[in-house]
């Protein structure tokens, strides 16, 4: 069981208690700062995610965590870095969905194994995710007026998105086979950057993680349509979930991340990475700033790590395969 909210602050506890007594090399792990390899640019929500708890596992672990932007490829450019590191704990990946579960479905041939090339640390966290629209190019208040805006605006409807065959992409990959509409599919290096253009009016629509977009929804300047999950959020309240419309009640997408090292590193090196992520997602200045983004720490094992990789693959692969979406 994926280890959330209510049980956080026990585990933490037993985390600091491992951290005090974890054998040889975790007695000299780490002896210099920790890369943490970052497949996005800054700006977004796994960029922040980094930047945050990394900030706070340093304080745990002794040594300073690096945040490095590695950015391209749908995430593959940092996976195969990482993939490639040396096995100390020096260098480790924040990756998600599409590391670990799309991109052996999009791509013919992968530069790194996903379950064999790495060792699970952990879970990190689900994100909050919401289909926004610059409100000065589309007068459009749910997802059943997108629907027929789609349907009959001449020229269609933009939609952006963060990356051929990102969670983002998917998601509008499958609005478009739910509902029987096309959309004009516009493609940004990241959610910062696809945030910038449908602000600029290049675009109408885009899917893209709150912690993002939430500044811009405040402001006005994006307006939320719905949110992605299966149920409404407190974060946004009198947003609707896309599953709520007539057709698309199968809609749900909540992208995840975790945490890996290289493989054959260590466990008590994996075990302390684990315990200071732990440690630090309980620590409730952290936590609340996690949950105004609509970020839900996670913590796991590895099997459960692997499991829900496995469903999540599965779930994708139909998508993937019936909207014909292929990277080279």
């Known amino acids: 069981m994926l280890i959330t909210r209510r049980n956080a602050l026990t ?69 195969e870095y990482v993939a490639k590191a040396p ?123 709150y912690a993002t977009a939430r500044s811009h929804i405040a402001a006005g300047s994006l307006k939320a349509i719905a949110v992605t999950t299966l149920e409404s959020r407190p974060e946004l309240r009198s947003v609707p979930p896309v599953a709520a419309t007539e057709g698309l009640a199968r809609f749900e997408l909540e992208p995840w991340q975790g945490l890996v090292a290289p493989a054959s590193t260590p466990s008590a090196i994996i075990d302390v990475l684990r315990n200071a992520h732990a440690t630090a997602t309980a620590d409730p200045v952290v936590r609340q700033k996690l949950n105004d983004a609509g970020a839900e720490p996670l913590q796991s094992s590895p099997h459960e790590f692997a499991e829900h990789t496995r469903r999540e693959t599965a779930k994708w692969a139909q998508i993937i395969a019936a909207g014909n979406v292929q990277v080279d």
């Open 11 to 79: 585990v933490a506890l037993g985390c600091a208690a491992t951290m005090a007594t974890s054998s040889s090399p975790a007695r000299t792990y780490p002896n210099k700062p920790v890369h943490l390899i970052v497949p996005y640019p800054a700006g977004g929500g796994t960029d922040f995610y980094a930047r945050l708890v990394g900030g706070k596992m340093a304080e745990l672990i002794g040594q300073p965590i690096v945040v490095e932007n590695k950015p391209g490829a749908a995430t593959n450019i940092a996976a």
């Open 87 to 209: 096995p100390d704990g020096h260098t480790i990946l924040l990756g998600d969905m599409a590391t670990f579960a799309v991109n052996r479905s999009l791509y013919k041939k992968l530069p790194f194994d996903p379950d064999n090339d790495f060792s699970p640390i952990a879970l990190t966290a689900r994100f909050l995710s919401v289909l926004v629209a610059n409100p000065k190019k589309l007068n459009a208040n749910s997802v059943a007026e997108l629907v027929a805006a789609a349907k009959s605006a001449p020229g269609g409807i933009d939609m952006a998105h963060v990356g051929i065959g990102s969670p983002f992409h998917l998601a509008a990959v499958w609005l478009q086979q739910l509902a029987g509409i096309k959309l004009n599919e516009i493609p940004y290096r990241g959610a910062g950057p696809a945030v910038q253009g449908l602000l600029s009016g290049d675009a109408h629509v885009l899917f893209v993680d």
